[in-house]
């Protein structure tokens, strides 16, 4: 089975020195910049990828991230609750942060505004004007990356078949501008039949695994599936595996790890658009930094 990826994920080696340490005890340069990064969840092997170009950028900068994020990406209030607790104690010099929710975290962020505490939002939107409720959204052009997957599904399918669409969850704006994005690029192939596009993976992979199995019947009938994020994506390999449909369906994915490269090497998966995770999380600090050091920064970094 022929494959091949849409994009290429960087993966940079880090270095590590002692002011860039988060607070764990480790030592930190007197007077840095502490920075609280809040990503939407710290189990993916994404986050562990934006975790490692925040380390990047701290040991460049000498500021000093704290990063903590929600037990699952679907605990709002977790997510809220960390932002209230950074703004109310007022122990950072500025927030980097991730929505899991467009417009759950809008009232939090303009808190944070009042207590002069910058925010930064990477990774996915949030309601409001980069410059002007946060100080820049540094993200991957996510409309783009799905419009990109529906493009090449379309391809390997030959321009006809039918597809079925496994959301991630609601509220997650990169996933939804991901999930527009492949049904437009879908929508343009005429003999293309979407079979389904409403149901959600859900926020874990063990519950995208279910819902991806709750499917089998449209899966068995599809030709063509894709899936928005990392967790969906892995889980919708599982199940095609689990019921020997690996290899039979064009399969198209988003986001990278260990075990979906081993999908996309062994005929599984067709094709994963891959984010720069990594970049994402150094350049969320260094526009950060360079902000709190009174220096003009974008409103919006494409990373790529």
């Not at 969850?169 to 990169?174: E, K, L």
Request: aromatic letters at 6%; hydrophobic letters at 40%; a negative charge.
């Amino acid at each position: 089975m022929r494959w091949m990826q849409i994009l290429v994920c960087a993966v940079v080696a880090m270095a590590f020195c002692s002011c860039s340490k988060s607070d764990n005890g480790s030592s930190s340069t007197p007077g840095a910049f502490k920075i609280a990064v809040i990503p939407k969840g710290e189990s993916h092997a994404y986050w562990k990828s934006v975790k490692a170009g925040v380390d990047k950028a701290a040991a460049e900068t000498g500021c000093v991230p704290i990063w903590k994020g929600p037990p699952r990406e679907d605990d709002r209030s977790s997510q809220i609750g960390l932002v209230e607790q950074y703004v109310s104690d007022g122990g950072v010099n500025g927030i980097c942060l991730a929505p899991l929710d467009a417009s759950a975290l809008v009232d939090p962020v303009g808190e944070a505004n009042k207590k002069n505490i910058p925010v930064l939002i990477f990774d996915s939107a949030l309601k409001g004007e980069a410059g002007k409720d946060f100080i820049s959204f540094v993200a991957t052009d996510n409309h783009a990356g799905g419009a990109i997957a529906g493009e090449e599904l379309a391809r390997v399918l030959g321009g006809k078949g039918k597809v079925v669409m496994l959301r991630y969850a609601v509220g997650s704006a990169s996933t939804e501008q991901r999930e527009a994005g492949f049904l437009e690029a879908i929508a343009k192939h005429p003999d293309i039949t979407m079979i389904e596009k409403d149901r959600f993976g859900g926020a874990t992979l063990d519950e995208a695994q279910k819902n991806a199995e709750n499917l089998l019947d449209k899966l068995k009938d599809c030709d063509g599936i894709f899936c928005p994020n990392e967790s969906s994506t892995q889980a919708m390999m599982n199940v095609l595996k689990d019921n020997g449909l690996a290899g039979k369906k064009k399969f198209v994915g988003f986001d990278t790890s260990v075990a979906l490269l081993g999908g996309l090497k062994d005929g599984t998966i067709e094709g994963l658009v891959a984010q720069n995770p990594t970049y994402m999380g150094y350049m969320a600090v260094k526009t950060m930094v360079a902000h709190l050091k009174g220096e003009k920064v974008p409103v919006s970094i494409d990373t790529g």
